[in-house]
């Protein structure tokens, strides 16, 4: 159990258009869905946390406007890249936590690689 | 920002040694878990730790979240050469708050 999916799991766009990644629980219900970004040989750095039904909450210096998210369901998370950029090119990854009494573990989805040409 | 220190940050070792890398943190964190990325993919899961001495193992990996609570070790006992990856570790403080190392790549020679 605790799978999570993400698609698609590489995109390549031009500069200023925009882009979808979802991101799904497959046998659970996450209420609160979180997604990084990872640049090669570094860790992942937190982008913002979707709560489902309500506004994502986003990092210091990740703008929200280019940054799109909506938790629309409990097994379900989107994050659009609006307008992207070259420097948007990265390793997108989602995770949704799984809240078992005073169990809280994330999983992670198998990442999105963009590519902004 | 990430207020974790993992090390070391890389680790090349010979097929059969034992592994050991560790976090450390300056706050106190309510759960540790140790993740592994293989390339190109999402981390994967391995140890997750709720109780401050707790000593938990998974096959040949064992973890321990720290006294203090500041801190964790995870081992390899036997290494393979599928154990080539980064290995995570990541605090969670309260809420939605997690925070992960920068992670140890370790390579495994055969």
């Known amino acids: 159990g605790a799978v999570v999916s993400q698609h698609p799991s590489w995109v390549i766009c031009k500069s200023g258009t925009s882009v979808k990644i979802e991101c799904r629980s497959l046998?659970?219900?996450?209420?609160?869905m979180f997604w990084y970004r990872q640049f090669p040989k570094q860790s992942l750095m937190l982008m913002a946390t979707s709560n489902e039904g309500s506004k994502a909450t986003y990092e210091q210096g990740v703008e929200k406007d280019k940054f799109l998210i909506n938790h629309a369901s409990l097994t379900l998370s989107t994050l659009t890249v609006t307008s992207a950029h070259p420097e948007d090119s990265s390793f997108y990854i989602c995770?949704?936590?799984?809240?078992?009494?005073?169990?809280?573990?994330?999983?992670f989805g198998p990442g999105t690689r963009l590519t902004v040409l | 920002g990430q207020q974790l220190n993992q090390s070391p940050q890389s680790m090349f070792i010979q097929e059969g040694e034992d592994v050991s890398m560790n976090c450390t943190s300056s706050s106190i964190f309510n759960t540790w878990l140790w993740y592994k990325q293989d390339p190109g993919e999402g981390p994967v899961l391995l140890i997750a730790?709720?109780?401050?001495?707790e000593l938990t193992s998974n096959g040949r990996l064992t973890a321990q979240f720290g006294i203090t609570r500041k801190d964790s070790f995870l081992n390899i006992s036997a290494s393979i050469p599928s154990d080539v990856g980064i290995y995570f570790c990541a605090g969670h403080l309260w809420g939605n708050d997690m925070r992960f190392g920068a992670g140890t790549r370790l390579t495994v020679k055969p």
């Open positions: 046998d659970f219900q996450a209420t609160t």
């Open positions: 995770s949704a936590r799984r809240t078992s009494g005073a169990a809280r573990e994330q999983f």
């Open positions: 730790l709720y109780k401050a001495g």
